[in-house]
Structure formats: C-alpha cells, structure tokens
C-alpha cells in the first residue's frame, strides 16, 4: 500500500503545499502541489510583530491545505515555518492560533534547518557534488556549502524578495536612488560572506520561487524549446540584462512579462539583485535552477529513511528507475533490450567511436522505451519521449534529458529528426541520436515478443555487418522484424547490415 504525505511549507511570502505517494526505497511521484501567495513577513514593522492581516492569510491557507490534505487520504501532514514566523516576536502567538484554527502543530525551522533541507532537495535533484546552493525566499536568503555532495556549511541573513522590495522600493518604476539604495542594502547584508566563492567549489545551484521565476522570464524571452526550469542553466549576463529591463517597467507591465506570475511582479526585481549580488560576488558566471528545494528534503528523510544523510547512492540511476516503475515497465523485457543494446555497442565501438557516456544513455533510454504503453500502444514511442521530457528525471542536464526523449522517440521507426530539441543539444547530437536509436531499434525487434528468446549477439564485421544471434528458442520472427528495420543502422553508420 502506497503511502501519502503532505508537506507544508509557511513562507514569508508564499505558502506551498506538496502531497507525495511512495513506497519507502522504491518509488515516488507528486500527486498535488498548491501554492498561495500570503505575503507573511508584509508590514512587519520595528516590534518584529506579524500583522493582523497577513495572519489571517496564513491561517486560512493553513486550514484549507489541511482540509485538502484530508480530503486526499494524507494520513501524514508535516507543517513548517520559516523565516517570517522564526524571526517573529509574536511567534509563539501566531503558532498556537493555527493549531487551534487549523488543527496543524507548526513545526518553526531554523535557519540552519531551512539551509539544510534546502541543501537536501538539491543534492537529491541535481547532479552537484562539489558548490553552492543559493535559497532565496521572500524573507531571508541561504548560502549552504555542499562538499562530496555533504552539507558542510550554510549564511543566512534575513533579506528576501519580500522584506527587501519593502524596505527600499518606494517608486514605481524603481529611481535611479532606490535602485542604488537597493544594491548597497543587498551587499552590506552579505559582506560577511567570505568563503562564498567559484574557485572553492565549481557549481552554483538556486532554488526557490525568485530564482525559479526569473529562469522562467528567461526562458520565455528566448524561446527556449523545453518547458522545463529544473536544471536550466541562467547565465549570469542573461541575468544582469534581465534585471535591467525590469527597472524600465513599471508594475503593470512586469505583469504582463512571459513567465511573471502577477503575484510576483513587485518582487522580481529586488530578489534578481539579490541573486546578481551573489553571483558576482563568488565570480559565478552562470548557476544552475532546480526545481526542488525544502519541502522535497523534507520528503527525502521519510523516503529515505535509515539513511544517514537521506541521500541517494545513485541518483541518476534511481531517477530512471523511478519513472520506469510510475509507469508500471515490463523490466524483463526493458533489462534485455538492455543488455543487447549494449552488447552491440561495446562490439561496434571501432565504427561510432562513442565512450561510458553515451553507453549510460543508451541504457537509460532502453529502460525507459516503453513507458508510453501506459498512454496508448499507438504511438508509445511519441508518448514515451513526452513523458520523459516532462517528467522528474533528476540529476540530468537538459541536453541529456533531450537525448534520452529522442532515443525513445525513434526506439520504434521513423526517419530520426533532432530539430525541435536542436536548441539544447550539441553539434554532432544528430548523429550520436541516430547511431543510439539504431541499437536501440534493432534490440528492441530483438526482443519482439518480450520473451527473451535472443540472448546473446556477436558482431562479425567482414565488408558487411552481420549480428549474429544466440537463442534458445524459435527467433524467426525476431530476427525477421529486426532485418525489416534494419535501415536506420544502414543510414547510421554508412554500412549494409545482415542479422541472422
């Protein structure tokens, strides 16, 4: 039996509900996600009191996730606060009046907490290993250190999208003299950052909404052909041009931007230059999107749990696994298509002069082939590659997220064209797709009646490629679907192939 836990997350500016199924070490995916801008830390004055109204908000939003969470069958609610309700001196006030009027018993993180799980949402979703992880929410800003992909050390300091905008934007479009006020605020908040720097560690990753919001601005402004912000990679140029136009804009007009969601449109700009600081300060170039932050790290310590940390060994690898089993794969029929497809590739290396690399990939995308069977037989292949496209593959970069679609994408026929991904990928991926989907192909005729019948190949290479096929069992029909299909290798590699 699967089970189902909410988290919840009671940010200074956004409060977001999460509601996963999983099977502990096996399996997950998101079954709900809801967010509701509450604009906690609003009108928080010299007292450090949270008002009356924004409270309000909260609570409200608090009952309503519960109500929902309920509703779902979630037998497990995990309930946080962050920095607005930390930092305030009404806080054990405003905590008691939620679990008396929305029946949660808040859990008040630290900034320490708040920097960890927010590490533990990267280091589980993006292949980093040795950097930084930049939250920036809308009351506070985490600096974490992530060394051999441990958390080793973490800056707060109580400046976000919100708390920011309030304290030094008065205009609208902001003056030359609030944007100064603005920058020269940022920096002092973070001068005691020192250890902050790209030659400590090589990769930057951001996550939260301002960082995620300003990657999808940029992703609208140039076209950018996937509809996916986690591991888009912002360029720090991109991002210092972006906050320049919005300085021109005044309000209504950054709600009409591309990827600006209305709730956001008086905060992007103060949280771009806490971002830009940042990277300029520790001389990063570009940095890294995730779309997973603290309340999946959240999550990672009951799926994980017993492990210490709750980190996967190989995330890549149990990320494809993932997907393969939402999607309920045959995995004896995917682990051959599997093991053939590698078979010729090890033996055809001399012709595609490819590496460990592309041979990951390739399995990857042999254990992935058939996931379009769970939208229809018709055009599986096409499905398949969509659901990869838009699922959770963590830990990938959006070029290898491209290849693995296309392989599955032409695992079956069809003339093998790359042009709506061309955008993400390399020179040479047209080729490097085409001779990948080839193996792929013929392995997968191979194994036409998903019963194993082919167990092994052998290449001879004599002016001709012949495959030479071991069974243990009548393969006629294999080995003649497999010679039918055979043309994407011929065009692949430039040679006539026999398999027999």
Request: neutral net charge; proline residues 2%; glycine residues 10%.
């Amino acid at each position: 039996m699967q089970e189902r836990i909410g988290v919840i997350d009671l940010g200074s500016n956004t409060t977001r509900l999460i509601v996963m199924g999983y099977t502990p070490h096996h399996s997950f995916r998101l079954l709900d996600e809801v967010r509701e801008s509450v604009r906690l830390a609003e009108g928080i004055g010299a007292d450090g009191q949270l008002q009356a109204a924004p409270m309000e908000r909260a609570i409200a939003t608090m009952r309503l996730f519960h109500t929902l969470c309920r509703s779902a069958n979630v037998k497990m609610i995990v309930p946080v606060a962050t920095s607005a309700t930390r930092e305030a001196s009404n806080q054990a006030h405003f905590v008691a009046r939620i679990a008396a009027e929305a029946g949660l018993t808040m859990r008040v993180l630290s900034a320490h907490e708040e920097a960890y799980y927010g590490y533990l949402g990267v280091a589980n979703s993006l292949d980093i290993r040795d950097g930084f992880v930049i939250d920036i929410g809308g009351g506070s800003t985490q600096v974490s250190m992530v060394r051999g992909r441990g958390f080793v050390r973490w800056y707060s300091q109580p400046v976000g999208a919100l708390r920011a905008s309030e304290h030094y934007v008065r205009s609208d479009p902001i003056s030359n003299k609030d944007f100064r006020a603005l920058e020269t605020g940022v920096a002092e908040r973070f001068a005691g950052l020192d250890w902050f720097a790209s030659d400590r560690g090589p990769m930057l990753a951001g996550i939260g909404g301002t960082i995620r919001t300003l990657a999808e601005v940029d992703q609208k402004l140039c076209n950018y052909p996937l509809d996916r912000v986690h591991g888009y990679v912002l360029s720090r140029d991109r991002l210092e041009s972006l906050i320049e136009q919005l300085r021109g804009m005044n309000q209504r007009q950054r709600e009409d931007l591309p990827g600006l969601s209305r709730d956001r449109a008086d905060l992007i700009l103060a949280g771009g230059v806490i971002l830009a600081h940042l990277m300029r300060r520790g001389g990063f170039d570009t940095i890294m999107v995730g779309g997973q932050g603290l309340r999946e790290g959240i999550f990672y310590e009951h799926f994980l749990v017993g492990e210490h940390p709750p980190l996967f060994a190989d995330m890549r690898g149990f990320s494809v696994q993932n997907l393969a089993r939402i999607y309920n794969y045959e995995a004896l029929h995917a682990a051959k298509v599997r093991e053939l497809s590698f078979s010729m590739f090890d033996q055809l290396r001399q012709f595609h002069g490819y590496g460990d690399w592309e041979r990951t990939l390739l399995g990857y995308a042999a254990t992935l082939h058939d996931i379009g069977l769970a939208v229809n037989y018709y055009d599986h292949h096409k499905h398949g590659a969509y659901l990869v496209l838009n699922g959770t593959l963590q830990g990938f970069s959006h070029r290898e997220v491209a290849l693995i679609a296309l392989l599955v994408r032409f695992h079956r026929k069809g003339e093998v064209s790359v042009e709506s991904l061309r955008d993400v990928l390399s020179p040479g991926d047209d080729l490097r797709v085409m001779r990948l989907a080839a193996l792929l192909r013929i392995a997968e005729y191979l194994e036409r009646r998903k019963s194993q019948v082919v167990q092994g190949i052998t290449v001879e290479l004599n002016g001709t490629i012949r495959l030479v096929t071991r069974t243990v069992g009548d393969a006629t029909v294999e080995i003649w679907d497999a010679n039918r299909g055979a043309g994407l290798f011929r065009k692949a590699y430039g040679r006539d192939v026999e398999i027999v």
